[in-house]
């Protein structure tokens, strides 16, 4: 018997339905990192790897994925135990990650939150700006890219749906569990040793400076 993707699905005992809508979401698994319960596009297909977890779980492991859930905030990530799915991104996206991570554990701490924080675009760049201790700031259009960049990672959330304004400093963005997912720091001692590393780095000298992170997981330069 041939061996193929309909006879390993078959080995399961998924419905036949469900086997229909494997190969995509473990698509979309690969290829957006996260699926989060509570967001409209990813909800049925987050329920759908929730209900059969164990076989998407197997799935990834063959391809050299752990399957993470979030039982918090409810969110799926795929992380990849190799090297081969790495991505260079630039030191300014980096600092922006940390930035965001921080900003997270000092809202959620000091709101006692049940939900996810929620920040302006003014405090995100007033962070960033304390982090560098640097006078020169980044321009309108880099900080729209890294904004925007920060959204398609799924890392931010502009609130009621609406656009990110960088020009509106009051603009209110929500910060996702995520963050934490993709930068698993444990204590404030570890991301206080974040922060000290990029303190000595200048953003502005980021196209001479790349970060390798992993496509599906944060693992600065050093993992």
Avoid at 153 to 174: Q, Y
Avoid at 201 to 221: E, F, L, N, T
Wanted: net charge negative.
């Amino acid at each position: 018997m041939p061996f193929n993707a309909d006879t390993l699905l078959e080995m399961t005992d998924l419905p036949g339905r469900v086997r229909d809508e494997v190969p995509r979401v473990m698509n979309r698994l690969l290829g957006q990192t996260f699926l989060y319960q509570d967001r409209d596009a990813d909800n049925e297909d987050y329920y759908l790897v929730f209900r059969h977890r164990d076989v998407f779980t197997a799935l990834c492991s063959v391809a050299g994925y752990t399957l993470l859930h979030d039982d918090y905030h409810r969110i799926f990530q795929v992380v990849s135990e190799y090297g081969y799915c790495r991505r260079r991104y630039k030191l300014d996206e980096s600092l922006m990650i940390v930035v965001l991570r921080k900003l997270y554990e000092e809202q959620s701490e000091h709101l006692n939150l049940a939900k996810d924080p929620v920040v302006t675009l003014g405090e995100v760049r007033e962070e960033y700006r304390t982090i560098t201790g640097k006078e020169r700031d980044l321009g309108i259009g880099q900080y729209d890219g890294l904004m925007r960049r920060m959204r398609n990672l799924g890392l931010v959330e502009a609130l009621d749906g609406r656009s990110l304004d960088v020009h509106d400093s009051e603009a209110r963005i929500r910060l996702r569990g995520s963050i934490k997912m993709l930068l698993p720091v444990q204590t404030a001692e570890e991301l206080e040793a974040w922060l000290r590393r990029y303190r000595v780095s200048d953003p502005m000298d980021a196209d001479d400076d790349d970060i390798d992170v992993d496509d599906d997981g944060y693992d600065g330069d050093e993992a």
